[in-house]
């Protein structure tokens, strides 16, 4: 205090927030208008609508097909889904019956629609974890939770780069195997290792040849690339995003967040399962492995457990597979990969937690533990949702499928369970369903991408506080 004045001496000042530049300014002012109908389902499947009927156009027309005369609309509309979806299921042969404008198209849609996945996944990821909708965080002004729009281009950007490097990289591999290891034109061989390191890392599945990668099952140059660009792409963005960040800060003491936890011991684990059983049931059976030497069924058998994550490539034919086989595989379909990826299914997330509720109900804990940490509220029950909606849409599709067409329960469930799943696998009954058949496929394919993603956010985004509670009676449960 100053002799005479009587006033204490300010103190330090605050520190000031960055200067915010015009363009700042209006970017996020644009950002605030586009909150005001920013609803994720409702997006979502305009987006992804209007992608599968410009893939649809633009394969009817007669470039899109060898023969010239133009795919009718239903082929277009089934392969256009397929790819945007990234499913990989089809009804004619992508080399034989597309000519290159058609294969370019699906290749272009196949990308769009990967990217668009792990892009929107990623920022609704975002949102969701800010625990408020856009609307609600621009409305309430805090600033601690409001998505910015250069928040969203750096995670666009991201998903960019990650996208960039593990299908640049895989690209490379498979068009050296090609060009020196089978003979290909280095063109042909560059084309060929694009198009598939493409489809491997959107989990597409589509192949340029007609029996998919079964002749290069005991060729590990070929098959271990492509199973490792679908993990990559399986895994998810935020996954990657944390091991890049634990890379670079090796020397300070980092914990994975639960969710990278959850999505790497459960991927492991599915990959174990799948092939021990694609082992254990395959192994003499002469239509599969039984022809293969022990190298080659070792390797067919790590390929085919990749797949369900959810990539349609085959080594095998899933239609001289045994039953037992194609349960196995639909159980590894419908849990499908890792959240915010190019995979499927109702994610392994999703399996998990459905898991440590079982087991904390079974042990009368109120509150679900995992690893160290706490689930939290409403957790459980987005999950629940999610499963049974899944099984919902699944078993509809199957019973359709029953009373529209011939074939058994077991294929039919296999093709249901890997359209929903947007995996690509078939036993080869797909091109002779009826077209009613072919467009209940359609529907799961579309649903199948896009209801997990929106489903989980929309309930999340929705929650409110109950202003009150009825009074409370429990029913006989079991």
């Not at 649809?56 to 089934?78: D, I, M, R, V």
């Not at 399996?351 to 079982?358: G, K, S, W």
Request: hydrophobic letters at 50%; charged letters at 15%; aromatic letters at 8%.
């Amino acid at each position: 205090m100053r002799a005479g004045t009587g006033r204490v001496p300010p103190g330090p000042r605050a520190p000031r927030s960055p200067v915010r530049t015009r363009a700042r300014v209006r970017a996020d002012r644009r950002l605030r208008d586009l909150s005001g109908w920013f609803k994720p389902p409702q997006l979502t499947a305009a987006a992804f609508g209007v992608l599968v009927l410009v893939g649809a156009g633009l394969l009817s027309l007669p470039a899109a097909t060898e023969s010239g005369e133009g795919a009718p609309f239903a082929t277009a509309l089934f392969t256009a889904t397929s790819a945007a979806s990234v499913t990989g299921l089809a009804v004619e042969d992508t080399a034989s019956y597309w000519s290159g404008t058609g294969e370019a198209v699906i290749l272009l849609l196949i990308q769009v629609g990967g990217f668009g996945i792990m892009a929107l996944a990623t920022v609704l990821t975002l949102v969701v974890g800010r625990k408020l909708g856009l609307r609600m965080a621009v409305r309430t002004g805090s600033e601690a939770k409001v998505v910015t729009l250069g928040e969203v281009r750096q995670l666009v950007t991201g998903v960019l780069v990650v996208t960039a490097v593990f299908e640049t990289a895989l690209a490379v591999a498979l068009t050296l195997r090609w060009w020196l290891g089978y003979g290909l034109p280095l063109s042909e061989a560059a084309y060929t290792g694009l198009f598939h390191a493409v489809s491997a890392f959107n989990n597409a599945g589509f192949a340029l040849y007609a029996d998919s990668l079964t002749g290069f099952a005991e060729d590990p140059w070929i098959t271990v690339p492509v199973a490792l660009g679908v993990l990559a792409g399986g895994l998810g963005f935020p996954v990657w995003v944390e091991l890049w960040r634990f890379t670079r800060r090796r020397s300070e003491q980092r914990h994975w967040t639960l969710h990278v936890r959850i999505t790497l011991v459960m991927t492991g684990l599915l990959l174990v399962v799948g092939f021990v059983a694609f082992l254990v049931l395959e192994w003499s059976n002469p239509a599969t492995m039984g022809g293969l030497g022990p190298r080659g069924k070792l390797l067919t058998a790590f390929f085919q457990s990749v797949m369900p994550r959810t990539a349609g490539f085959n080594s095998l034919d899933f239609g001289q597979m045994n039953t037992q086989t194609l349960l196995v595989t639909d159980i590894l379909m419908f849990v499908g990969g890792g959240s915010a990826g190019t995979a499927g299914g109702i994610k392994v997330t999703t399996f998990a937690v459905l898991a440590f509720v079982i087991y904390a109900n079974v042990r009368g804990e109120p509150t679900v533990h995992v690893a160290g940490r706490r689930l939290a509220e409403g957790t459980a029950s987005q999950a629940t949702t999610v499963v049974l909606l899944a099984l919902g849409l699944v078993l509809a599709g199957t019973m359709t499928l029953m009373t529209v067409s011939p074939f058994t329960l077991d294929q039919i469930l296999f093709e249901t369970t890997s359209a929903f799943a947007t995996v690509g696998l078939s036993t080869g009954i797909t091109a002779d369903l009826p077209l009613l058949g072919q467009m209940v496929l359609v529907f799961l394919m579309f649903v199948g991408r896009i209801g997990p993603i929106t489903l989980a956010s929309a309930l999340a985004l929705r929650r409110r506080p109950r202003l009150y509670e009825l009074p409370e009676e429990r029913p006989i449960v079991g």
